[in-house]
């Protein structure tokens, strides 16, 4: 594979990091979108966790036919480990993630490489669309902060605090997913960071970049959505995980340790509310989308709303930055009018 030329001024090697398992329907569809960047000097990195299927031989076939990638092969361990084996292995100056299942707009590391470089940033953070199973955009989302490039008590007091729950008069939601951004190996490799397991933690991303950021000193953002998030609509299962909740109740409770830990200012700890909040919403509808019987569901449904640790969080939290029904959903939570919650937690909020 030709390497750039050094007067086209791109000349650091960008890693771009896919964790494989189990992906083979669309494996081909996500390496394809990053070995045809427009910047051409990168470093591929396949991570095969151990995939049961054909994807191990995809990895190979692909090495094969482009000497920027290289293939890891290893006992599986889950996504955040396999992401973490791409940090151990990359050798560029700049690292970005790609989930196998998702594709990348064909600029976007040109794009947010020279963006890197013009700001000297830490991060590039940028959006995505959400594609549906039929390949249609459904959703566009698109960070719009008040300016571009932000630094040093900036980062703390603007963009963590938006990253984990946006000001509804701050424009649109910042991304927190490795996923959603550029990453200097200066600032990963300085901060010795690596990614929690979702094995171990849910919300993995959200808790990881919460201790990373701790050492950000700069961010840049791309008002682009360069990044293709796919949903399998198909794949609707009503397994339902009996521990999720707590699962959920231990995110948060470790979240709030770590703020504490890093001396995170009280409204960052406050915005940790919406990410739990939203991981208990849908705890309750897979409760209620499950195969339990009807007796089960309600029994369950009703630990969870009149839980103790939940009323707790909930109990600050200022219900009129959330939509209409958002806000009756979670003012018949706190004051206890579980008929109400229950009927309304199968619409759409």
């Known amino acids: 594979m030709k390497q750039?030329?050094?007067?086209?001024?791109?000349?650091?090697?960008?890693?771009?990091v896919i964790p494989i398992y189990n992906v083979e329907k669309y494996l081909n569809r996500c390496i394809e979108s990053v070995v045809g960047q427009t910047y051409k000097n990168l470093e591929i990195i396949l991570v095969d966790d151990e995939s049961p299927d054909n994807c191990p031989?995809?990895?190979?076939?692909?090495?094969?036919?482009?000497?920027?990638?290289?293939?890891?092969?290893?006992?599986?361990a889950g996504l955040g480990y396999a992401r973490n084996t791409g940090i151990d292995?990359?050798?560029?100056?700049?690292?970005?993630?790609?989930?196998?299942?998702?594709?990348?707009?064909?600029?976007?590391?040109?794009?947010?490489?020279?963006?890197?470089?013009?700001?000297?940033?830490?991060?590039?953070?940028?959006?995505?669309?959400?594609?549906?199973?039929?390949?249609?955009?459904?959703?566009?989302?698109?960070p719009k902060p008040y300016k571009t490039f932000y630094k040093n008590e900036e980062i703390q007091n603007y963009v963590l605090p938006n990253m984990i729950a946006t000001d509804p008069n701050a424009g649109d939601e910042f991304w927190m997913s490795v996923c959603g951004g550029l990453f200097s190996m200066r600032l990963i490799n300085g901060a010795n960071w690596r990614l929690v397991s979702e094995r171990d933690i849910i919300s993995e991303d959200v808790y990881s970049l919460l201790q990373l950021y701790n050492s950000v000193k700069s961010v840049a953002f791309l008002a682009e959505p360069f990044y293709y998030y796919c949903t399998n609509m198909g794949s609707l299962t009503h397994t339902l995980r009996v521990d999720r909740y707590e699962r959920?109740?231990?995110?948060?409770?470790?979240?709030?340790?770590?703020?504490?830990?890093?001396?995170?200012?009280?409204?960052?700890?406050?915005?940790l509310s919406k990410p739990y909040m939203d991981n208990t919403m849908a705890a309750?509808?897979?409760?209620?989308?499950?195969?339990?019987?009807?007796?089960?569901?309600?029994?369950?449904?009703m630990d969870i709303v009149k839980d103790e640790h939940l009323h707790r969080v909930i109990k600050n939290v200022d219900m009129k930055k959330m939509t209409l029904k958002k806000r009756l959903f979670w003012l018949a939570v706190k004051y206890k009018i579980y008929y109400m919650s229950y009927s309304m937690v199968g619409m759409r909020i």
């Open 248 to 271: 959920i109740k231990d995110f948060y409770d470790r979240a709030i340790n770590e703020c504490e830990n890093l001396g995170y200012s009280e409204e960052i700890k406050l915005r």
């Open 284 to 301: 309750l509808k897979m409760v209620l989308q499950s195969d339990l019987m009807a007796k089960q569901k309600k029994d369950m449904f």
């Open 89 to 142: 292995c990359a050798t560029g100056e700049y690292i970005c993630f790609v989930d196998s299942d998702d594709y990348i707009a064909t600029d976007m590391v040109e794009k947010t490489y020279k963006c890197a470089e013009q700001y000297n940033a830490d991060i590039v953070m940028y959006g995505y669309n959400v594609v549906d199973s039929n390949g249609k955009k459904v959703k566009e989302c698109i």
């Open 57 to 76: 031989q995809i990895c190979e076939s692909w090495k094969n036919r482009d000497n920027r990638i290289k293939v890891v092969h290893k006992k599986n």
């Open 4 to 16: 750039m030329d050094k007067k086209d001024g791109m000349s650091k090697t960008v890693t771009v």
